[in-house]
């Protein structure tokens, strides 16, 4: 099926050509047309699907044919993301996507001045992407009206639960009509999603795409089984291939991101001074919440630029940030819960490209690494043959192979 197959309008079709998208992707053929006759939409996704053009498309093309009753631009429609960076991707697909249409948007969120997003609220907008505890303080303040929204979009629905939004979410939807267009998006769903979908949606259609691992047939997983204390000569070592180019290294806290990046960077300097420089080493930098959103968003543009090659983050990371050519991701923690696996080797293997994914397991994360592989119904290799092979367990070895080598998964 072709673009031009699900009735969106020209300046649609004009900006999704220029975009580069050719074929519209399998929940967006599920997607749009529901959403095009107005019904609510319970969908079972993540990023890296394609799920953001499929609300945006129906919800731009609806704006632009209906106009408003209103002579300034009220609200007409709502998207809540759990996180700054996810808040932020989707305004500049709507902005992308809707370049040729007179719609014109705003994104709120935290860690920044609201003057900005205060003024734009005032001068009108047509749409508000927004992340849940902002948007309640501009609509405390009343600087924020919300009722004429006609469409209301949950993207990441468990996430937002996990991060502890879901009164702040109720909150806003009481702040707006009963009678409007209302879309559910999760990876899981858990029994509080399915709770909290049969209250804010009516008759609604069910779509089911990949959700637990839409990415994982494009990525080659490994397996380092690891002491504690020999994970950072064994990434330092790691990172000393020239094929890891552009990495991102997941630790379970903002403290041991502070501290790699520390390690990662001193051993670069010193590698440096004993090369006399005539050999570049890489770079690290850390994310996490406790950043403020400037230094954030500064970060993440020098990674995309190749300005620095090791980014170090917790899991605010794992969803929502779409950074292109991420060719390794490394799981120096080992996620604890089955689901944050899937979402952090997503940020590999994306747009058809392969990716490799290693995880550094140790006796702890033993449990968690059967649960993995239970979920995604694949035995990853643990792998032989790097510097620090006395901490291997030969019996559960699968695969001798060189670091970063690639060797395809088996299947159960």
């Given at each position: ?68 009753k ?21 305004y ?50 009343g ?88 994970k ?8 000393e ?6 990495v ?6 903002k ?52 300005e ?7 899991d605010?990371?794992a ?94």
């Amino acid at each position: 099926m072709k673009f031009d197959e699900l009735n969106l309008i020209k300046p649609l079709l004009k900006a999704v050509s220029e975009e580069g998208y050719t074929e519209p992707t399998p929940i967006q053929v599920k997607a749009i047309p529901h959403l095009l006759d107005g019904s609510d939409l319970m969908g079972c996704a993540q990023t890296g699907t394609g799920k953001t053009a499929a609300f945006a498309l129906p919800i731009i093309q609806k704006l632009t044919n209906e106009k408003p009753k209103a002579v300034r631009r009220p609200v007409r429609a709502l998207i809540l993301a759990p996180t700054r960076e996810l808040a932020t991707q989707i305004y500049h697909s709507f902005e992308s996507l809707g370049k040729y249409t007179p719609v014109r948007g705003v994104v709120v969120y935290g860690g920044v001045g609201q003057r900005p997003q205060a003024d734009a609220l005032n001068e009108g907008v047509d749409f508000v992407v927004a992340t849940p505890g902002r948007l309640l303080d501009l609509m405390n303040q009343g600087l924020a009206r919300l009722d004429t929204v006609e469409v209301l979009v949950l993207d990441e629905a468990d996430r937002m639960l996990d991060m502890g939004f879901i009164i702040d979410i109720r909150r806003i939807i009481r702040a707006i009509p009963s009678k409007r267009q209302t879309l559910l998006f999760s990876a899981t769903l858990p029994k509080e999603i399915v709770r909290l979908a049969g209250n804010i949606l009516r008759s609604p259609v069910s779509i089911e795409v990949s959700p637990e691992m839409p990415t994982v047939e494009l990525t080659d997983q490994q397996i380092y089984m690891v002491e504690q204390a020999d994970k950072t000569d064994l990434l330092i070592h790691l990172l000393e291939d020239p094929d890891f180019f552009r990495v991102l290294v997941f630790c379970e806290t903002k403290f041991s991101a502070d501290i790699l990046e520390y390690k990662l960077n001193e051993a670069a300097k010193l590698k440096t001074s004993r090369h006399s420089g005539n050999r570049k080493h890489k770079r690290a930098e850390a994310i996490h919440s406790d950043k403020s959103q400037k230094d954030r968003e500064r970060v993440l543009e020098r990674f995309k630029k190749g300005e620095i090659q090791v980014l170090v983050a917790t899991d605010i990371a794992a969803r929502g940030i779409d950074i292109i050519d991420v060719d390794h991701v490394i799981n120096y923690d080992f996620p604890t819960e089955p689901q944050d696996y899937i979402h952090r080797i997503g940020r590999t293997g994306r747009a058809g490209a392969t990716g490799i994914a290693i995880s550094f397991v140790t006796w702890r994360d033993r449990m968690m690494l059967k649960k993995v592989e239970e979920l995604i119904k694949l035995k990853i290799d643990i792998i032989k043959g790097h510097p620090f092979e006395s901490t291997l367990t030969p019996s559960t070895t699968t695969a001798k192979k060189s670091p970063g080598s690639g060797r395809r998964r088996r299947r159960r």
